[in-house]
């Protein structure tokens, strides 16, 4: 697979982690201030999302 060189390397992976967890953060602030129902479920899908990126490592080498 393509991103296992990516996912691997422990240096690159660990700073695209930090960026995602950021991202992360900064959503968690945004719902905070979300007043509308349709603006929360976006950032939680969001959420969502970027959690399912911290999980890519795995996937691609296979594990649960």
Partial sequence: ??????????????????????RIRMAHRSLEQHKEYGDLRATQGNIEA????????????GGN
Avoid: C, G
């Fill in 1 to 22: 697979m393509n991103l296992k060189p990516f996912v691997n390397d422990k240096e690159m992976w660990q700073a695209f982690k930090e960026e995602i967890e950021t």
């Fill in 50 to 61: 970027l959690r399912s990126l911290l999980q890519l490592r795995e996937k691609v080498n």
